[in-house]
């Protein structure tokens, strides 16, 4: 296995202010290939297992019985900014059965976009439960629950129906057998998994292996997260920005406290990085390098390059520091 060196450096001047400990785990097909720190470090998958929270809607036949689009895929995959686009679809999806903004079990948050905090600020109303960036999950999990005649109340807790088939879809891409699997709860109020990093990787290695064959529910997936990066993150978000600078070969998502999950489907591989501080700075730095180091880009885009090596100014817009993996090579 291939030894990665992926910890994130905060200079000020030249004096390393902070350092940020980052574990991965590289696989290609089911090889684990490289890794960083534990590969198989335990940890919360978070927003990251949300393309596999979506599938069973699809495979059980209630996203087209409900006629719903690349959009509301997309966006049930999402960690989306809370900006109008992202809303807009989320009322959409609610109203399709029935359903409204009070039903969502998540509760508000600010817009996690810098536009959508801003334009929320600007229109002096109230946050709402669609302003969450689950708030696509969500809908989607409620869909579920409406398409198969369960309650919709509770559908958010880890006994109910919505929550146990997610949970058995996670388990058949991570080949984690539920009985071994923690459950908690999320941020947003569903029910979340502790998986080790290798696992993780491992399901989004063979996520992009069925894309790449062309299997019908992951290929659905990658067209509704292709066809809408703008959704799947939001304005300057990471996500959306890998999406459009890699037209679509790279696909990421994004979880809380530190940790990511991302696929190359043409490549057959999967990775997952954990900051072991929760520092979104230092996985973003790191799914950089990774992708540098695996030579997944033969030249790193600008728009990617500035989150790997990204300046800190001061409040006059001076240069002070920046933020860098430590030891940008392989060791």
């Known amino acids: 296995m291939r030894q990665l060196a992926l910890d994130v450096a905060v200079t000020r001047g030249d004096t390393v202010e902070s350092r940020h400990r980052v574990h991965a785990a590289v696989m290609v097909g089911d090889d684990l ?36 689009g690349t959009e509301e895929l997309a966006l049930a995959c999402a960690s989306h900014g809370g900006e109008p686009e992202h809303i ?15 039903d969502l079990a998540c509760g508000p948050h600010e817009p996690l976009s810098a ?32 398409t198969m005649h369960w309650p919709t109340r509770g ?14 879809e996670v388990s058949c891409w991570t080949g984690v057998p539920l009985d071994d699997m923690a459950v908690a709860v999320d941020g947003c109020g569903a029910a979340v998994m502790a998986l080790p990093l290798a696992r993780m990787a491992l399901a989004y290695a063979r996520l992009g292996a069925a894309i790449h064959a062309g299997d019908e529910v992951p290929s659905r997936v990658a067209v509704a997260m292709r066809a809408h990066p703008m959704l799947i993150g939001g304005s300057e978000r990471f996500d959306t920005i890998l999406l459009q600078e890699s037209q679509g070969r790279v696909i990421a998502k994004v979880g809380a406290e530190g940790v990511h999950t991302v696929m190359v489907p043409d ?33 790193v885009p600008e728009r990617l390059a500035k989150y790997a090596r990204k300046a800190i100014k001061n409040t006059r817009g001076e240069v002070v520091g920046e933020i860098r993996v430590e030891h940008a090579s392989a060791v």
């Open 155 to 168: 559908y958010e807790r880890v006994e109910h129906q919505v929550q146990r088939s997610c949970l058995g």
């Open 88 to 102: 807009a679809v989320a009322e959409r999806m609610l109203a399709s059965i029935g359903l409204e903004e009070g």
């Open 267 to 299: 490549r057959r591989m999967g990775f997952a990085v954990k900051a072991e501080d929760g520092a979104l700075r230092a996985q973003h730095a790191a799914v950089v390098e990774v992708l540098r180091l695996m030579d997944v880009f033969a030249e």
């Open 115 to 146: 536009r959508g905090a801003r334009l929320w600020r600007e229109g002096g109303q109230p946050l709402t439960r669609l302003h969450n960036n689950c708030s696509g999950k969500h809908s989607a999990m409620l869909a579920r629950a409406h």
């Open 33 to 68: 290939v490289a890794g960083a720190r534990d590969p198989h470090l335990v940890t919360m998958w978070r927003s990251c297992a949300k393309p596999f929270q979506a599938m069973p809607l699809i495979v059980a036949g209630g996203f087209d019985q409900l006629a719903w």
